[in-house]
């Protein structure tokens, strides 16, 4: 929204790559040619990935923004409206690049506690955002580490409430229960983030995707750096928009496990948090973490104000199974010393 745009980006004007087609291309500094096509520059705007990602949302492509991750997404909305000094809210706990990512753009973070970290408090939220006066509010949905889903009534309340800009993450949204492919409906004020990293299994490609009014797509245009997503990683995306079944059946998957997962946990005694995302996250022993560790098993212990929880990502049918071998071992072992 044009109200919300920092000061000095409401007369830049974006960047234009314009395609002509040609017989030699000598317009670009481009070198030659040693590995198929990678001496071109990619797409700026990678047009035909947009067009597939329109078409699946429901949407134009004007109103789709591709990015280096949706981390790069994130930054590029703080660059195009957070002014020095200006704050950014969010819940707490949430994801911790947000404050990170504040700080390096030189705002103010504030974080909302959310209710025993397994409840938001919507009007709460909502008089907080105003009392701090922010600029930018995150919300998380379904939320990392805690996997919370705050119902989409209450989403829509925030946005209709804050006098701000929102980002709605929805970095995990595809291992929720809801409709899964509806976008929500425009305001003005709302940019929803996706991102290839997490249901599509494609972390390492840094693929993301940002849908908004065209007004938005375009101011955040003029903050993006030319060529964000390179040729590899828009080929890549385009195959795997094309091969939807794989990601579902993964999803499947990994919807099934989670709920296997909970009922071993509960049986262990820990209780994990209930979760929309593609991981549990609880508090537990230090002693089953450094078991877990000891056997090379990786999950993510937090610390300072979480110290104590744990996140477990919710992996293969064996990935899982490694899981429930060191908890059992840990137990078996405190069983024989009673
Ligand atoms: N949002 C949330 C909530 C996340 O948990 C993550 C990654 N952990 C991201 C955004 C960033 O993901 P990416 O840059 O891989 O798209």
Redesign the pocket.
């Known amino acids: 929204m044009e109200k919300y745009l920092r000061e000095e980006i409401k007369s830049l004007v974006a960047y234009e790559v314009i395609d002509r087609d040609y017989k030699v291309k000598l317009d670009a500094n481009e070198g030659i040619e040693w590995i198929k096509g990678l001496n071109r520059y990619p797409g700026d705007r990678s047009d035909e990935l947009r067009e597939e990602l329109a078409e699946q949302l429901g949407r134009n492509k004007d109103e789709i923004l591709l990015g280096n991750?949706?981390?790069?997404l994130?930054e590029l909305v703080m660059k195009a409206y957070l002014e020095a000094g200006e704050t950014v809210a969010s819940f707490s706990p949430t994801?911790s690049?947000y404050r990170n990512f504040t700080i390096m753009h030189k705002g103010k973070y504030v974080g909302y506690p959310l209710e025993n970290m397994k409840k938001l408090n919507v009007d709460g939220f909502v008089e907080f955002v105003h009392e701090e006066k922010a600029k930018i509010v995150i919300l998380?949905n379904p939320n990392?580490p805690t996997g919370l889903l705050i119902p989409k009534e209450d989403i829509v309340k925030i946005i209709k409430s804050v006098d701000a800009m929102v980002i709605l993450?929805e970095?995990?949204i595809e291992f929720s229960d809801g409709p899964q492919n509806e976008t929500m409906e425009e305001f003005e004020n709302l940019i929803i983030?996706r991102?290839f990293?997490k249901a599509m299994s494609l972390?390492g490609i840094?693929l993301?995707y940002m849908v908004s009014n065209e007004k938005n797509i375009e101011y955040i245009n003029r903050v993006r750096s030319p060529f964000n997503v390179n040729m590899l990683t828009q080929e890549m995306g385009l195959k795997a928009l094309k091969n939807r079944e794989t990601t579902s059946k993964n999803i499947e998957i990994i919807k099934k496990e989670r709920e296997r997962m909970r009922e071993f946990l509960q049986g262990k005694g820990i209780e994990p948090f209930s979760s929309a995302a593609n991981f549990l996250f609880f508090t537990t022993s230090k002693e089953i973490f450094h078991a877990l560790e000891d056997s090379a098993v990786l999950i993510k212990g937090f610390s300072g104000e979480l110290e104590g929880y744990y996140r477990l990502t919710i992996g293969t049918p064996e990935e899982n199974n490694s899981v429930i071998k060191v908890i059992e071992e840990v137990q078996n072992k405190n069983n024989e010393y009673k």
């Not at 991750?69 to 790069?72: K, R």
């Open positions: 991750g949706s981390s790069e994130i994801f690049m998380t990392n993450d970095a995990y983030l991102t990293s972390a840094r993301g």
